[in-house]
DNA sequence: ATTTTTTTGCACTGGTCAGTGCAGTAGTCG
DNA sequence: CGACTACTGCACTGACCAGTGCAAAAAAAT
């Protein structure tokens, strides 16, 4: 056998031998708040063994090792984001044509996020986005962002393709500059929210422009 | 003798015993390029031995080894970016009263610093910054970047103290990102020139609406 | 010239880490 | 039941790394 399927997604298949005596997407959760806590490099494979409960020679034969197992992590992260933060970015809010509020929507979104309680600060994705840890998942991320942005404002009603372009880019840029003050203050809320509000402000200025 | 006087500059001070054979300020210097190079964690005290040609226990001695020499080249960094990238904010340009002229002359030099052949993508401090490397560097570089915008609206004419805060908070933030972008993309000329370009296309926008 | 002071070069160390080898275990299949 | 297959736990390893100890070297002071 030259390669092992990665465990995938969590499927009794009616497996011949022992069978698995952990849960694959229990296993990547646990693996994404370990990677999110201290970023890929200083994790080491002992965090992961007491935070999944899984031992080192498992996780090598199941998940490939300490680097699958973070790009299993950022993939369900990212499919996590498409979801969750992403979600009025990429599908339309509930308003349909309504592209501002769906942006105002995103922002209020990132606050939440970085800021709540029990969170940890930043963005499993952004935070080891500058150590190169996973360039497939830092990409696949920008496009999201920048993508949805700018869906967001033509939906918005913003046809100069300049100025969609410039203002979706500044954006983009400004929501990784936000979450890496969020993993610096240690997702400082005051902070934090004075620059989204910083954001909200602007595209809110934006929206009452263009009425 | 309990603590160890950093070399700070060089200064052939009349010392007793034998004197140095490095000059501390290129020794600081190798270290920054080094450290740029590959970053706080994954740089080497034989990275370090090599880039500078001196010994680790002269390191040690001299510097503080690995985090005291980084510590010294980011206090360095940042006094080069002060002097450099950032004096359109912090000094004011040849145009007196051009706040937005101001602005958009340190957008010109953060393009021309991440998109240079010859420059090392991003920056010493935001490369670290989501790491932890240097916690007071990181909040300098900061306070630096968005108190030279904020007296740059200022001095632009933005009587409005919101939008003075909000677009300096925005800019700030947005150059945070713009600096990461730089370095997952490996300094890719056309993705930072398009997205600085987005940052100084708005401020432009800014300024003929402030006319 | 000898003493004193500081730097320098080298070899070493204790610790940490990702990954492995293997014997044992827990199921399925015939 | 017995063969087969896959997963698991443990102990181990080779590599790497930051920092140290120490003797030699290079100057100044006396």
């Known amino acids: 056998m030259v390669q092992k399927a990665s465990a995938t997604s969590n499927s009794a298949s009616k497996g011949r031998g022992r069978p698995r005596q952990f849960d694959a997407d229990q296993v990547i959760n646990a693996a994404i708040w370990a ?4 970023g890929f490099e200083a994790t080491t494979l002992g965090d992961l063994e ?3 409960g899984v031992d080192r020679s498992t996780l090598y034969n199941s998940f490939g090792g300490k680097r699958g197992l973070y ?13 969750g933060l992403f979600a009025p970015l990429l599908g339309g809010g509930p308003d349909e044509n309504d592209g501002y509020g769906d942006i105002l ?7 939440s996020g970085l800021t709540s309680a029990t969170a940890i600060p930043g963005c499993l994705i952004v935070n080891d986005m500058a150590a190169g840890a996973d360039p497939r998942a830092a ?3 920008r496009e999201m962002l920048e993508e949805g942005l700018t869906a967001a404002l033509a939906r918005a009603g913003e046809n100069d393709p300049q100025r969609r372009s410039d203002r979706a ?3 983009a840029t400004s929501v990784l500059g936000v979450n890496l003050v969020s993993k610096t203050t240690d997702g400082d809320a005051r902070e934090i929210g004075r620059l989204v509000d910083a954001m909200i402000d602007e595209v809110g ?6 009425t």
Not at 71 to 83: K, N
Not at 105 to 111: A, K, S
Not at 205 to 210: G, I
């Open 139 to 141: 990409q696949r991320y």
């Open 205 to 210: 200025r934006w929206r009452a422009a263009a």
């Open 71 to 83: 790009e299993s992590a950022t993939s369900t992260y990212l499919d996590l984001a498409r979801t």
């Open 50 to 52: 007491d935070a999944t």
């Open 105 to 111: 929507e995103f922002l209020d979104r990132l606050r």
């Open 169 to 171: 880019g500044m954006l």
């Open 35 to 38: 990677f999110f806590a201290k």
